[in-house]
């Protein structure tokens, strides 16, 4: 018989207390606040109270379940797994000044004042001295992000809130985790132990440093974590993440063939935004999690900028297209291939989903190799193989958008939609070579050479898109090529 709210199973309890933590964060600060100017003695002033920003996630969560850890145990436990499930520890970013007048319109046109100095590593520092002296708090982190700190110094205080995170599944590092930290350290975070989860998702984040940063000699050091007689397992990890460009010791194919090695059941792999990995380091993991795949994004950027590289500049000697299908799980794909063929979306067997974006710099030849050159057919015969995929999933149920990238180096980009029969891309070169008559219709298009993201403000101009059809008659024509 319930009596009191203790004796409800915890399920109800947990979901009544979710309740009310939910209505305090609905009354609760959101957003910091800050006034216009200051008020003086025997002046009238008028307070104006603007916006600063946002309360952050971690510091409102806990501050909502503040209340229920006074309860009791059981409360406190809960509020607890609550608050620190999901664990945000940022480098302090600022450019506060000391003010050296009273008057804020001044300060306007003439800013001065000795800049305020705080300690960048503050928080990773105190979180270090907090869950060192309180491992039990640190047992009820889930997931953690460390976002801002690069250098060896904060590495070693990352694994070091790591160390006592006993049950954390997800982690977001800086990439330079995987040179400055050692073998025995990383070992512990992917396998765990008796008393310690495995980890289940690895993101690791890289940016371009500071030039005095890259100089340093404690920055340079590399312990080679993933040599071969480390014995480093990836085994545990379900989702490996890489993203962002560096000029310090960047993530390259060698380290992920080391990974390849035990890392056989990965479910999603993400590879974006990078030019020092290429299609051969990526399929060394596919192949290793071909039987459990779901989820490959691989979207490398060129040294230059945002845009894509041309997919055949690597060293792939393979045929890659039967090595895609032969992952029977895949779902959703977004890849940079060298080249592509019908093959790629004749197999009906796939599971493919939702929007499906295939880059390549070519077709690929009679006996699967990489052509020198662009066969028009070549390209109609893959845009009809994936048109016929296509309804074929639609007839399961399932719905399936292909878009088709033709990019072999030159400024041109085409963009082939088989389900619309659309081809998008820069035509004002050849509206110009056919002096205003070709293409008799166009209509503006809202994708680039990225997708739908647009053109990130680069030099070629809006896209638009014409009808299959009339991009044939182009090529036909000379006014549009490969």
């Keep these: 018989m319930v009596r009191t709210i203790e004796d409800l199973p915890f399920e109800l309890l947990s979901y009544i207390l979710n309740e009310a933590v939910e209505l305090n964060a609905y009354d609760a600060v959101t957003y910091t606040y800050g006034l216009s100017e200051a008020p003086h003695p025997l002046r009238q002033v008028t307070l104006q109270r603007h916006v600063r920003g946002r309360v952050a996630p971690d510091v409102l969560r806990w501050n909502v379940s503040s209340p229920l850890r006074q309860v009791n145990r059981r409360w406190h436990d809960w509020a607890l797994d609550y608050s620190m499930k999901d664990l945000y520890i ?14 804020l319109a001044e300060l306007r046109k003439r800013p001065s004042g000795i800049a305020v100095y705080r300690d960048s590593f503050c928080a990773l520092r105190k979180s270090v001295q907090l869950f060192s002296s ?35 599944r997800s982690a977001t590092l800086p990439w330079t985790t995987l040179r400055h930290v050692s073998a025995e350290d990383w070992s512990l975070l992917l396998q765990g132990g008796q008393d310690r989860q495995a980890l289940f998702s690895l993101e690791l984040l890289a940016v371009d440093l500071k030039a005095s ?47 390849a090695r035990t890392a056989r059941n990965l479910k999603a792999i993400h590879i974006t935004g990078l030019s020092s990995v290429t299609v051969d380091g990526v399929m060394a993991l596919v192949e290793a999690s071909k039987y459990t795949l779901r989820i490959l994004e691989f979207s490398p950027l060129s040294d230059d900028g ?5 997919p055949s500049a690597t060293s792939a000697k393979q045929h890659l297209c039967p090595l895609l299908l032969d992952c029977p799980r895949l779902e959703n794909l977004s890849i940079s291939v060298p080249s592509i063929c019908a093959d790629l979306f004749s197999n009906e067997a796939v599971h493919w989903s939702g929007e499906l974006q ?47 990238f033709i990019s072999d180096g030159n400024p041109a980009h085409w963009i082939f939609e088989p389900r619309q029969r659309l081809v998008h ?12 008559t070709w293409p008799l219709l166009k209509a503006p298009s809202g994708k680039g050479p ?10 070629e101009g809006p896209y638009e898109c014409i009808s299959e059809r009339s991009f044939s008659e182009g090529l036909q024509r000379g006014f549009v090529s490969f």
Excluded at 306 to 310: E, G, L, S
Excluded at 425 to 436: K, Q, R
Aim: hydrophobic letters at 35%.
């Design 425 to 436: 891309g820069n035509f004002d070169l050849a509206e110009a070579m056919s002096d205003l």
């Design 213 to 259: 940063q890259t100089r340093d000699p404690a920055n340079i050091c590399d312990l080679r974590p993933l040599d071969v007689e480390y014995g480093l397992d990836f085994s545990s990890l379900r989702r490996l993440k890489i993203f962002g460009n560096t000029n310090l010791l960047p993530i390259t194919d060698t380290d992920l063939k080391a990974m």
């Design 306 to 310: 945002f845009d894509h590289p041309d």
């Design 450 to 459: 990225y997708g739908q993201t647009g053109l990130y403000g680069k030099d």
């Design 134 to 168: 309180y491992p039990d708090i640190a047992s009820y982190v889930r997931r953690v992000w460390f976002d801002g700190f690069r250098v060896a110094e904060t590495d070693n205080y990352i694994f070091q809130v790591l160390r006592n995170c006993r049950n954390v």
């Design 90 to 103: 940022r480098r302090w970013r600022g450019s506060e000044r000391w003010m050296e007048s009273r008057n």
């Design 358 to 404: 295939i880059r390549g710099g070519t077709t690929c030849g009679q006996d699967h190799t990489l052509s020198s050159s662009i066969n028009a057919q070549d390209v109609w015969r893959v845009s009809n193989q994936a048109r016929a995929l296509m309804d074929f999933r639609q007839k399961q149920g399932a719905q399936l958008d292909v878009e088709i």
